[in-house]
C-alpha cells in the first residue's frame, strides 16, 4: 500500500536550518493523500514521542509551543509530500523525527516513516 518515507535529516549546527520531507509513494498514494492529517512527531534519547507539528487536510496547522515561530509545516498535493522547515534550531531540538499520515476520519488509519534522524550541534 502506501508508504511514507522522510528525507533532509542530518547535522546541523544551533542555529541552522533544516528541511525535512515526506513523500507518499505507492500505486494509492496519488489518489489518497488529501484524505490525511499529515504530521510531524519526534523522539528524543529517553524522552516521550512528541508531536512538533501538524497539518490537516483541510490545511489548518498546530505546532508545540516549543517550536512555534521556527518551524513551518506545509504540503504539496501535486507531490504527495508534506514538508517541515526547521528553521533556528537548537540542541534541544535533537530528536529521530517522524512523519505521520491519519485519516482525516478514520484517525486510527495511519501510516508512519521510518523516521530521520535531526542532530543540532556545534
Known amino acids: 500500500q502506501v508508504q511514507l518515507v522522510e528525507s533532509g535529516g542530518g547535522l546541523v549546527q544551533p542555529g541552522g536550518s533544516l528541511r525535512l520531507s515526506c513523500v507518499a509513494s505507492?500505486?494509492?498514494?496519488?489518489?489518497?493523500?488529501?484524505?490525511?492529517?499529515m504530521a510531524w512527531y519526534r523522539q528524543a534519547p529517553g524522552k516521550q514521542r512528541e508531536l512538533v507539528a501538524g497539518?490537516?487536510?483541510?490545511?489548518?496547522?498546530n505546532y508545540a509551543d516549543s517550536v512555534k515561530g521556527r518551524f513551518t509545516i506545509s504540503r504539496d498535493a501535486a507531490k504527495n509530500t508534506a514538508y517541515l522547515q526547521m528553521n533556528s534550531l537548537k540542541p534541544e531540538d535533537t530528536a529521530v523525527y517522524y512523519c505521520?499520515?491519519?485519516?482525516?476520519?478514520?484517525?486510527?488509519?495511519?501510516?508512519w516513516g521510518q523516521g530521520t534522524q535531526v542532530t543540532v550541534s556545534s
Open positions: 505507492g500505486r494509492a498514494a496519488g489518489n489518497t493523500f488529501s484524505l490525511y492529517d
Open positions: 497539518i490537516t487536510s483541510s490545511g489548518s496547522t
Open positions: 505521520n499520515a491519519a485519516h482525516y476520519v478514520f484517525t486510527r488509519m495511519q501510516l
